[in-house]
C-alpha cells in the first residue's frame, strides 16, 4: 500500500501498532504534535516516541514499529 495512504491514527489507538517517523521527529523534537499542542506518550508501560498508530503492521522507510499497543496514556501535553 502506498504510505501517503496509510491509516495514521493521532493520537494513537489501543490496539493498533505504534509507529515512530524520523521524519516527524527532526520536526517535533521527538514528539508529537496535534493541532498545535505537543503531546507525550507511556505506551505499554515506556516513555517511547509514538507519532501515530494504525490498525496494519507494516515497513517503510524512516518508521519503525513498536509493536501493538496494550495501554496508552497521556503523559505531557504543552499548549502552543
Not at 495514521?8 to 517517523?21: H, K, L, M, S, T
Not at 506518550?41 to 515497513?59: F, I
Amino acid at each position: 500500500m502506498n504510505e501517503e495512504k496509510r491509516i495514521q491514527n493521532i493520537p494513537p489507538r489501543v490496539g493498533e501498532f505504534a509507529y515512530y517517523d524520523s521524519r516527524r521527529a527532526q520536526s517535533l523534537d521527538e514528539r508529537q504534535t496535534l493541532g498545535g499542542d505537543v503531546q507525550t506518550w507511556l505506551v505499554n508501560g515506556q516513555h517511547m516516541a509514538c507519532h501515530y498508530s494504525s490498525p496494519e503492521e507494516y515497513t517503510a522507510s524512516f518508521v519503525t514499529c513498536h509493536g501493538k499497543i496494550k495501554d496508552l496514556k497521556l503523559v505531557g501535553l504543552e499548549r502552543r
